[in-house]
């Protein structure tokens, strides 16, 4: 049976009556030899009594199973938990750590890819300037001269004028301006946040892949409580002088390590 079975409330609920029963039928009695009944015999007081104390004791082992049910249903809970969480964050580290990096090298690509079609532009630019191609000066399709080619004018947000064929402007791309138009509208949903302060170490990936892993097993042999109640566990102890600066109490690793 299930500790959730047990019912802690109702075994106070049910000790608690059983006990006012008996506590009622004692006063009862003793006020009606006090009121001169000689009905009531000194056999039925004592025995009152003794119903008594014993609904006491059991009051108390009730108040104690009590204790037990409910410690016994948080343990529960807490075992619960623990499985909880290593079933639904085991291997968030690696997972993220590998969806950042496929985030990371497709931005890279982004920007790898732009700038290959940027140098060609200004290529395409250059040649056509070489050619001795005119500038577009007004907004319509390139006109068939020239093989139907303009170097484009001015550009725009993101842009740096290019080429114009037919209908199309092929301009250079700052594609710094569309990263950072994703990133500012992730932003807004409130799913990124720039921080001046953040660098990229020297680990990115492995270090978020690593956020979930276990700790190694402590190699330390000496251990102390400190007044507030950390422990410092350590490979070579601390000197007498610095227990006592400290007010540190030296204990077992199995003190350590019991919380």
């Known amino acids: 049976m299930s500790t959730t079975d047990i019912d802690p409330d109702q075994i106070i609920a049910d000790a608690e009556q059983e006990a006012a029963e008996a506590e009622k ?3 009862t009695l003793e006020e009606a030899v006090k009121s001169g009944d000689d009905s009531v015999t000194f056999e039925q007081v004592e ?30 809970a807490c075992e619960a938990l623990k499985a909880d969480i290593t079933t639904q964050v085991k291997g968030d580290g690696d997972r993220f750590s590998k969806q950042l990096k496929t985030a990371v090298d497709g931005l890279r ?24 191609i005119p500038e577009q000066k007004h907004m319509g399709p390139a006109a068939a001269t ?5 170097l484009a004018a001015n550009g725009g947000p993101g842009l740096t004028a290019g080429v114009i064929v037919g209908r199309r402007r092929v301009d ?13 509208m992730l932003a807004r949903e409130n799913k990124y946040k720039h921080l001046d302060f953040v660098d990229a170490g020297d ?5 978020l892949a690593r956020v979930d892993a276990e700790a190694p097993e402590s190699t330390a042999k000496y251990f102390y409580r400190g007044p507030n109640g950390g422990v410092f566990a350590k490979d070579d102890p601390f000197t007498p002088e610095e227990i006592k600066r400290n007010q540190l109490t030296v204990i077992t690793k199995a003190e350590a390590f019991s919380e």
């Open 203 to 207: 680990d990115l990936f492995g270090d």
């Open 25 to 27: 039928l004692v006063d």
């Open 146 to 150: 020239h093989g139907g080619v303009r």
């Open 47 to 76: 025995k009152a009594r003794g119903l008594l104390s014993f609904v006491r004791l059991r009051k108390e082992a009730a108040t104690r199973k009590a204790a037990a049910a409910k410690e016994a249903a948080r343990v529960e």
């Open 172 to 184: 250079v791309i700052d594609i710094n301006i569309f990263v950072n138009r994703a990133l500012n």
């Open 109 to 132: 690509e982004l920007y790898e890819a732009a700038e290959a079609r940027n140098e060609n532009v200004r290529e395409f630019r250059r040649r056509a300037g070489n050619l001795g």
